[in-house]
């Protein structure tokens, strides 16, 4: 077997991820460091030009993180105080938190149980005169059921924004042809590049669509609605005072991550094929465990595999699967956070039953699965899971805590 690396779970842990970086990477920030320009610039440029004719968008505008990107992508909708947001629960609490930044409503519909992304068909009944976006969310990395809900967005003139923070290089079936999720299908689509995803800056965003006025106001928020960009005042021969019209964000990113997202993009297309045949493997070594349910792609989703998600047997204790494979070596992550059960939403009054939402946090746990993984740490995975699950039904818990959901951080 291949040795480990050391991670934050200690000494020889599988982890949950590993983030794909190399000498490429190392010797592009290097670059930008030596250039003297290091904040957004050419660079930036460059990876917005590059992003966007990957995931075959008109317009690409990189941010600090994914939860600035919701944030513009929901200010440019026009949402304001009092407007409401349908949503799900089911998600990192940055989805709904970017509702509240705007001082909106987040409404929480309930999810499908088997793509874990929200219900079209809670849709049109959420529907109220205040609702001015549908914010949905392809869910570690699985794409939304976008035909339905732009169906039902169109029908009633709502803009739908798309939070893909986990799904760069999945796909969805549009037309009859297999496009990317990010071209987009919806108004915008709204990206991160934590380390937890794909591929990394470091920490970034992206919003993507087709809109140019969208771009524009865009690219005037991130930048405290500068009127004459930095790049441009510095390239000129005369002095040019610039002007900053309205309340805006200090949202940018840095010529140093472009650099390092320019070289994981030409990752990407190998990334995600590695993803891909580790999910299979998976679906292999873990078919024959009792009672275990095995993520699948419906008819329109080709994932990128952002997470594997499996959902534990009747009868087994979450915690105590967890804390099982964590004394054998190996990390995994509760099933994703549901928003309304944080403290910080105990204030908000929940309109609809979010059954499937909670029965996902508590009963599925995410397993190990990045593109360096051996067959070998795989099939390990696979023994432990199954033993945990025999020793899990008894229901007797180990772990003091339980990570909060840093797979899902945008």
Known sequence: MVARQQNDGGAGMIPITRPVMG????????????????????????????????????????????????????????????????????????????????????????????????????????????????????????PCDLRQIIDVARKHAIPVIEDAACALGSETLWNGSWEKIGRPHGDVACFSLHPRKVISTGDGGMLTTSNPERDRKFRLLRQHAMSVPDTVRHGSSQVIFESYPMLAYNYRMTDIQAAVGREQLKRLPQIVDQRRACAARYRTLLADVPGLTLPDEPEWARTNWQSYCVRLPAGCDQRSVMQAMLDAGISTRRGVMCSHREEAYRDLPLRYPLQHSEDAQDECILLPLYPQMTADEQQEVATALRDACVAGRTGAVGATSIVNDAECQR
């Open 23 to 142: 000498e490429a990477e190392a010797d592009a920030a290097r670059r930008v460091i030596l250039s003297g320009w290091i904040t957004q610039g050419p660079e930036v440029a460059a990876f917005e030009r590059e992003f966007a004719a990957l995931v075959g968008a008109s317009h690409a505008c990189a941010v600090s993180n994914c939860t600035t990107a919701l944030h513009l992508a929901l200010l440019v909708a026009g949402i304001q105080p009092g407007d409401e947001v349908i949503t799900v629960s089911h998600s990192y609490i940055a989805t709904a938190n970017s509702i509240r930044y705007c001082g909106a409503v987040p409404v929480f519909v309930d999810i499908d149980p088997r793509t874990f992304n929200l219900d079209p068909a809670r849709i049109e009944p959420a529907i109220t005169p205040r609702t001015r976006a549908i914010l949905c969310v392809h869910q570690i990395g699985m």
